[in-house]
């Protein structure tokens, strides 16, 4: 979904974000100078109730795996936020660029229920160990370490 977007403008790339509750009409990607190869190429700048340009988040190059086409990708953040935006820039800077978004897919921690395959053994245990219930679902061996009472 596309909710922005960026262009040059006077030599720097301003833009704006709008969604049903987030209106950013004025940002700016500063370019990032430095030679660690993990840094980001742009931070988003945004202009504060003060009038001051604060920074609110970054973008990386990224390249699509099934197109080859080079993006940015990074996210917005600010303790106004309930959480931060995940955002992707397509286009260039001479021609503009779209700023899109998707809601991130949840990741389930525990990972999947069903597993087709099982490491097992004294070095690399799998899973969560072995149940402490029986087929009826009652308790049997393994249960606390002074019997059935759990010492406070």
């Known amino acids: 979904m596309n909710i922005g977007e960026f262009k040059m403008s006077n030599g720097r790339l301003l833009g704006s974000i709008a969604t049903r509750t987030i209106d950013l009409p004025r940002l700016g990607l500063r ?3 430095s030679s ?5 190429t742009y931070e988003i700048v945004a202009l504060n109730v003060g009038n001051r340009w604060v920074q609110v988040g970054a ?3 990224a390249v699509a795996n099934s197109t080859g086409e080079t993006f940015l990708q990074g996210s917005i953040d600010d303790p106004s936020l309930p959480e931060p935006l995940p ?3 397509f286009g260039t800077d001479q021609d ?3 700023v899109a ?3 991130p897919q949840r990741r389930d921690d525990f990972g999947p ?3 087709t395959s099982r490491r097992e053994g004294p070095e ?3 899973g969560f160990g072995d149940s402490t219930a029986g087929a009826d679902g009652q308790m049997m061996g393994g249960g606390a370490p002074f019997g059935d009472e759990v010492p406070y």
């Open 31 to 33: 370019p990032v100078e």
């Open 36 to 40: 660690n190869d993990k840094a980001p």
């Open 59 to 61: 973008l990386w190059e």
């Open 87 to 89: 955002v992707a820039l």
């Open 96 to 98: 503009g660029m779209r």
């Open 101 to 103: 978004w998707r809601r």
């Open 113 to 115: 229920a069903i597993r």
């Open 124 to 126: 690399e245990p799998g």
